[in-house]
């Protein structure tokens, strides 16, 4: 099961962006290429963020396809498969771009807070009147 070791990559993300806030949500944008499904990506981060901040946070995959060009006509598409052939010509000679990609967009911590530096305070933040 490679998620294991993907799924270990996210949660050092997490942390160092969560830095030691409770986590609830993150988004992980994947290249296509790695082949990781939701569920899939879901059940081994579970398994290794259990006793972390990110322990019971849900992960929202967003698969990215690669970019394939062919090397003989220039058609240029995207594509899920590594081993796509050129929907223009038919030809095998491709040049892929991407698709291999692990990036953390974004993470939702369990907690409203006042975001430091700023006057007004959150909104979020019952202690502060909006």
Known sequence: MHEIGIAEAILDAVEKRAAGRPVKHARVRA??????SEPAINQA????????????????????PARHICRT???TTTSDDAFASCGGCGGIDIVTEGGDELILE????????????????????PARPS
């Open 31 to 36: 290249g296509a290429l790695l082949r990781i």
């Open 45 to 64: 981060f579970a398994m290794v963020s259990a006793g972390s901040p990110a322990e019971g946070a849900r992960l929202e995959l967003v698969i990215v």
């Open 73 to 75: 006509c220039r058609h």
């Open 106 to 125: 974004s993470i939702q911590t369990t907690e409203a807070a006042h975001v430091p530096g700023h006057p007004r305070g959150d909104s979020g933040d």
